[in-house]
């Protein structure tokens, strides 16, 4: 398990991280969310001992030193690799410096390039590569040691959705193999599909944390989806119906001041008659994030 | 230490993979190739049309010309109307026409140019020898007298050549050695400060750094530079050897090599030694300066100017010899001959000249070991934070900056 424990970090004037505390057991994916600047970067540069920070991070109850090194497996923000190496001697020298031997690397080479689709072979230079190409195969140097900490940096940016599904079934598998997972994302709709855990962080400190349905949980079940006859007008009439957004034919989504108000509107839609759809659910995770980055433009 | 020999030979085997290190290697044996090739052409193109033909009525003359002078000779012409065809048709640069007239040996040269100095002499000589012995059968002297005549004045020099030979090699041990070790530092310094800056530009760094210290990424990368100095001064040696000895056996190199066999001599002597422990460890230390300029470069294109601080100072070092070339004794050279980065041009330079003791090379080599190895802690300490730090600020800026932290 990863742990960090109250961890802080100033540059010059700006406080990038104000005592954050998580962890992240093995076999389970942390989203770390947030806005441009918000910390998640400096996070993952402190767990990698990059910079000085106060706090403390520990990995299986001990701080990372020398010895974790093998276990960690780290995407960057930014990708980058020696434009004038082959996919092989790229894969194969970044696996070494994992503790992996090539003569175990080798042989796996060809499956993870035809894993991850990637267009050119083991001798292709990476300068011959399309950028989306060699992005996969920094993926692969990412992942081809099975690392025990998974440490991804933005993962999905600059992938086109058929990659980036590419991309989770690799997450999904680290995970099955134990792996403790962390990866931050501005993409919701991935955070949602992969995480366990969420962490949402603001200005350096942690505004929201739990699992998912958790963190959805506490801001109510405030929405409610419903498809009816009703005009947009009728249904702002009702009790505790704050905003109407109308979307096709007869679908509205209703935000609702108070979830206890759910009972009485289904009623008064209903009478006691059949309804094609009544949902009452919790904010969407993009919801949440636009809530919370707005409390602070309020 | 296993992930320092990872990077430590991937440097290596990325750099020796370039042109321009094969092209740096081989440079000078195909330089000294080229020259020879084109010595050996120019010679056997101009031997020819250099060689003189003996013409002469008399055969014993002629053989006897021959016998005692054969070398630039042509000798299959035996006519004068050969010999003039060879002539105009520029084969031959003239011939000599010997004959006995009434008992006198007479010689006539013709040739499109004058004899030489010594070509003259060496005639000259033959035909008064020849003369001599013409006279002496003709007079019917007794053997006693003909000792007597044949008695000759000797002339005895008494060089010193050993002192006049030293001060020759002192000299061109002194220019060979500042010279060699400006170029492997010039060389080396770009070659390490462009290698590290490009590494910075990368955010690569971040995923090694992951992987292994920075103090150990240094320590391989400086390891595989190190390499590649090895190699060249490997390939350097076992290729010189080679081509000092096979210029001692070639017709055109030999007698160069043979007049200044104790010159030559005395060259290697002064390289094969400790001297090149300190060229070596001088190298070491420019790297490491090379180095730290390198990593505090803020992007890759500016990967060329990373060496300017190390080659200004290699500069200065090189340039500072200058002065003391003929005043080896001089004090500031004893200082500088303990001064890291100046030691490894001025103690060798000292040890050339013979005017060191043991002890002051020992604590030279003390104070450069240790002036290496606290530049290669202090930076191994902060090489992270250089490398992962980006910084608009330009590399003179952070240089005084740092300086004054």
Not at chain 1, 67 to 80: A, K, Q, V
Not at chain 2, 85 to 100: E, P, T
Not at chain 2, 262 to 276: A, E, M, P, R, V
């Amino acid at each position: 398990m990863l742990s960090i424990q109250h961890i802080s970090k100033k540059f010059a004037t700006v406080q990038a991280l104000d005592d954050v505390s998580f962890d992240v057991p093995d076999g389970q994916i942390l989203g770390l969310i947030g806005q441009n600047g918000a910390g998640k970067s400096t996070t993952f540069h402190s767990i990698l001992n990059f910079i000085q920070f106060e706090g403390q991070i520990t990995w299986r109850d001990a701080p990372l030193s020398t010895d974790s090194f093998d276990d960690i497996g780290y995407l960057p923000e930014e990708r980058s690799l020696l434009p004038k190496l082959t996919i092989e001697q790229q894969i194969v020298y970044l696996a070494r410096l994992k503790g992996q031997s090539a003569k175990t690397t080798r042989p796996q080479i060809d499956d993870w390039l035809e894993r991850f689709n990637v267009k050119g072979t083991r001798r292709s230079k990476i300068k011959d590569l399309s950028k989306g190409n060699q992005q996969k195969v920094q993926l692969i140097c990412t992942l081809i040691h099975h690392p025990k900490l998974l440490i991804l940096d933005e993962p999905f940016s600059g992938l086109d959705p058929v990659n980036a599904d590419l991309l989770k079934q690799a997450i999904i598998a680290a995970k099955n193999e134990g792996a403790a997972i962390i990866f931050s994302s501005h993409d919701m709709e991935h955070v949602t599909a992969l995480c366990d855990r969420l962490v949402m962080l603001r200005h350096g400190k942690v505004v929201l944390h739990g699992t998912l349905d958790d963190v959805r949980n506490q801001f109510g079940k405030t929405q409610l989806s419903v498809t009816t006859d009703w005009s947009a007008a009728d249904l702002a009439a009702l009790d505790h119906v704050t905003q109407v957004i109308h979307g096709h034919t007869n679908h509205y989504l209703l935000h609702l001041d108070d979830p206890a108000a759910g009972p009485a509107i289904f009623d008064a839609l209903t009478h006691g008659h059949y309804i094609e759809e009544f949902s009452q659910q919790p904010p969407t995770l993009d919801e949440i994030f636009r809530l919370k980055v707005g409390e602070e433009h309020d | 230490m296993t992930k320092t020999w990872v990077v430590m030979f991937e440097t290596y085997l990325r750099q020796i993979k370039t042109w321009s290190f094969l092209f740096m290697i081989l440079g000078p044996f195909l330089m000294f190739g080229l020259t020879a090739g084109l010595s050996y052409l120019s010679a056997d193109s101009a031997k020819s049309s250099q060689q003189l033909a003996v013409i002469s009525q008399s055969a014993p003359l002629r053989q006897a010309y021959i016998k005692s002078h054969g070398d630039g000779l042509n000798t299959k012409i035996t006519t004068t109307s050969q010999a003039k065809k060879a002539v105009k048709a520029n084969h031959l640069a003239g011939y000599l026409v010997l004959s006995v007239d009434k008992q006198q040996i007479r010689g006539d040269f013709h040739g499109t140019q004058a004899l030489s100095g010594g070509q003259r002499a060496q005639v000259q000589n033959f035909l008064s020898a020849y003369q001599a012995q013409a006279n002496t059968v003709q007079a019917k002297l007794t053997a006693k007298q003909q000792a007597v005549l044949n008695r000759t004045p000797t002339l005895a020099s008494h060089i010193s050549t050993k002192s006049g030979t030293a001060n020759a090699v002192k000299v061109a041990s002194f220019w060979a050695f500042v010279t060699l070790l400006y170029i492997i530092l010039i060389t080396y310094s770009s070659i390490t400060a462009q290698e590290i800056a490009a590494d910075k530009g990368t955010k690569l760094m971040e995923v090694i750094f992951s992987s292994t210290t920075a103090t150990s990424y240094f320590v391989g990368k400086i390891g595989g530079i190190l390499l590649m100095i090895l190699t060249q001064i490997a390939v350097y040696l076992v290729g010189g050897a080679a081509a000092y000895q096979w210029a001692g056996n070639s017709r055109t190199f030999k007698p160069f090599l043979t007049s200044n066999r104790s010159l030559i001599d005395g060259i290697l002597h002064n390289f094969l030694s400790i001297n090149l422990l300190y060229l070596f460890l001088g190298v070491v230390i420019f790297i490491l300066l090379a180095a730290y300029s390198g990593a505090l470069v803020s992007k890759a294109e500016d990967a060329s100017k990373a060496a300017q601080p190390t080659v200004m100072l290699g500069m200065l070092v090189f340039f500072t010899t200058f002065p003391f070339q003929n005043n080896l004794d001089a004090i500031p050279v004893k200082i500088l001959s303990y001064v890291p980065f100046f030691s490894s041009y001025f103690m060798p330079l000292r040890l050339i000249n013979g005017t060191t003791s043991a002890w002051e090379v020992v604590i030279s080599l003390v104070i450069l070991l240790a002036a290496i190895a606290a530049g290669a802690l202090m930076i191994g300490k902060h090489y992270q934070r250089l490398m992962l730090q980006n910084d608009n600020r330009s590399l003179w800026q952070q240089l005084l900056h740092r300086k004054h932290s």
